[in-house]
């Protein structure tokens, strides 16, 4: 049983709300419900999707033990009492597990090509706009945010370069810098997989070319570094992976002279930023932070962890000053809040998850959407082993687009799976045609 066209409509407004949602938080802060519109629209999709009997099946049926395991160690740690309120509770409680079974709503939604092409469609549009805010943001300084009534991000600068010139990070339509910089780099991986799909329509071709086009110099003016590395590197991985060399020099070229073009454009502060990625003093930080402050030796130090929501970014909101720890990695958190047990709770979910997805490219070689799959594939991959120095699961758009589009990598694995099945099956007997 698949999904009907109001839940697939839920599942697009949950993308676009999630889009501005960062912007509506910071007109309406400290009042809580710019959260809800999104969770809500989420809420619902899945009550829809019990109430019609829509559960975990196929191959997302082998996750099901996993993520039940993982969401009980989650409510047992809420008995452990915290300095925590329990709205930050609450929220520590989302963040686990309340967009986990996104992977099933992810599988179910797909039936085919044209449902990830469309939703891809809606994505790509949408992040235009999007950034080209960001870019408005870049040359109107934080008083354009605050022009609306925008009071909430904490206002970032970047680091002076050779040049001595430094720039407001911009949060765009998001929290931070770096939401808004994950967002824009998961989206542009997304669409060049959409671009090296053979036979892609002229519009779409052009409506990724603009999305492309904005992307690039809107990661550029929200000075995180570590999104738009890994958008390069996922760039070119994809392209290789799909076996689509002879675009690799043009997709360069492209690249290059958006980069040149954006550097132009935005300026001397963003340049030595962009530069500062291949330094020495930046790479040897990331050698040294790798762990993410030390996440194992937190975990071994606190083996049965201090209880749900101190470590949790969103539930410093909620609780009094001092209460809630700034932990850089999501293993980093899931150490600090439920210890040992959480901790191996969550990495038997993820371990599960990069299992399939690399044991699985054997079916994927020459599937139609084979591009998209492997964008897909190298994004959730990566997210995995980013969680030991990044929390970029701990919140939006991360959250949201990994749980989700790990569902849709399962289903395009069923469907190719089943459509070379029924290829070598041939057909029936008493089906070869007239005698």
């Known amino acids: ?168 990070r911009v949060p765009g339509t998001f929290n931070s810098p770096g939401q808004f910089g994950a967002y824009l780099s998961t989206v542009a991986a997304l669409l060049v997989g959409f671009l090296l799909v053979k036979d892609l329509g002229k519009r779409d071709r052009i409506m990724i070319a603009i999305a492309l086009a904005c992307l690039l110099p809107a990661m550029l003016v929200t000075g995180s570094r570590a999104p738009l590395l890994l958008f390069l590197v996922q760039a070119g991985l994809i392209t290789m992976l799909s076996r689509q060399m002879s675009r690799a020099g043009i997709a360069a070229g492209v690249f290059y002279i958006l980069v040149v073009v954006s550097l132009d454009f935005l300026g001397s502060g963003v340049a030595d930023r962009l530069s500062s990625v291949a330094s020495a003093e930046n790479l040897d930080r990331f050698r040294k932070t790798f762990f993410g402050q030390l996440w194992f030796t937190q975990t071994v130090s606190e083996p049965l962890g201090l209880g749900l929501g101190v470590a949790t970014v969103g539930a410093r909101h909620f609780s009094p000053p001092g209460t809630v720890r700034l932990v850089e990695s999501y293993l980093g958190v899931l150490g600090t809040e439920m210890g040992v047990l959480g901790l191996t709770a969550f990495l038997a979910v993820v371990m599960s998850i990069g299992v399939f997805l690399v044991s699985s490219r054997r079916w994927m070689t020459n ?69």
């Open 367 to 435: 599937a139609p959407g084979r591009s998209i799959w492997t964008a897909i594939f190298l994004q959730s991959l990566m997210t995995i082993l980013l969680t030991s120095n990044s929390t970029g699961l701990d919140a939006m758009p991360g959250n949201l687009y990994f749980w989700f589009f790990v569902g849709v990598a399962v289903k395009m694995v069923d469907l190719e799976r089943t459509r070379l099945l029924w290829n070598q099956m041939g057909p029936a007997p008493g089906d070869a045609g007239p005698r």
């Open 1 to 168: 049983m698949g999904m009907t066209e109001t839940q697939r409509r839920l599942v697009y407004a949950a993308f676009l709300y999630t889009c501005i949602e960062g912007l509506v938080v910071n007109i309406l802060y400290p009042n809580p419900i710019a959260y809800l519109p999104k969770d809500a629209l989420i809420g619902v999709l899945y009550l829809t999707m019990l109430s019609s009997g829509m559960t975990a099946s196929g191959s997302a049926s082998r996750f099901t033990g996993p993520a039940v395991v993982f969401t009980v160690v989650c409510l047992l740690f809420v008995a452990m009492p915290t300095p925590v309120t329990p709205l930050g509770i609450s929220v520590a409680i989302k963040q686990r597990i309340f967009y986990l079974p996104l992977l099933f709503v992810g599988y179910h939604y797909l039936r085919g090509d044209a449902d990830l092409a469309r939703l891809l469609r809606v994505i790509g549009w949408s992040s235009i706009p999007v950034s080209l805010f960001g870019i408005y943001l870049y040359f109107g300084g934080p008083m354009a945010l605050r022009m609306l009534g925008a009071e909430y991000s904490h206002v970032f600068f970047s680091t002076m370069g050779e040049s001595g010139v430094s720039f407001w």
